[in-house]
């Protein structure tokens, strides 16, 4: 069955640095892939969309790259920020009406 | 939330109860969905329409029903046939390439 695997539950790091957020999926062959950013008790927001042609996006401090050899997709937030903390969740699809979320991985940013 | 509205925010459901969950779009969109969110889970599809009059199952749409008479408009009724239904549930429209644009959710509790 399709599985969409994020990294971790949870992942804590020091303002400045770099934060690393891994998606990898199974049995699935993704067309395109998108991240978001959902805040406690709020829809999620659209950050990013990677299609399967394209090994790497950019928008501003935010990073994603899309690896359909691997079956991942690696989303970096540089210089990061307190005001970064949220969950993340990375949405690979093959269509809209076909697209699978992970449970996303909990960003906390410390000052 | 971008001109996509849920509600109520919250709402309480006795056992045997149907409640019907608002979703109001003034973005003139034709892609309308709804999702379920658990913790520790992904989004999970529950119906998704592509246009007024014609809707589709998604993967767990048991215990739900919609409708689709405007366009603007995609309520979602939880019906006394869905046994587990306290969750947070998204309603959103496709925006193309650019992702989905979410509404801020309802929480829905069995009491």
């Known amino acids: 069955s399709q599985k969409i695997e994020q990294n971790s539950e949870a992942l804590n790091i020091q303002e400045g640095k770099t934060a690393t957020l891994t998606c990898n999926y199974t049995n699935y062959s993704p067309a395109y892939l998108q991240w978001y950013r959902q805040d406690p008790g709020r829809g999620p927001v659209f950050l990013l969309l990677i299609r399967e042609n394209e090994k790497e996006k950019r928008k501003e401090r935010l990073k994603v790259t899309f690896d359909t050899t691997l079956k991942q997709s690696l989303f970096h937030i540089t210089a990061s920020q307190p005001a970064d903390s949220a969950t993340y969740l990375c949405a690979p699809a093959i269509n809209n009406n076909d697209m699978r979320f992970g449970a996303g991985t909990r960003l906390t940013v410390k000052p | 939330d971008g001109g996509i509205t849920q509600s109520p925010k919250y709402l309480f459901r006795k056992e045997g109860q149907n409640v019907t969950l608002s979703c109001e779009q003034n973005l003139n969109h034709d892609a309308m969905y709804w999702y379920r969110q658990d913790p520790g889970q992904g989004l999970r599809l529950i119906y998704y329409?592509?246009?007024?009059?014609?809707?589709q199952k998604g993967d767990i749409a048991e215990g739900y029903s919609v409708s689709r008479e405007k366009k603007e408009s995609f309520p979602l009724t939880v019906t006394s046939a869905q046994k587990n239904p306290t969750a947070f549930y998204l309603c959103?429209?496709?925006?193309?390439?650019?992702?989905?644009?979410f509404g801020s959710g309802t929480r829905l509790t069995v009491v």
């Open positions: 329409s592509q246009i007024v009059n014609d809707f």
């Open positions: 959103a429209i496709s925006t193309g390439g650019y992702g989905y644009t």
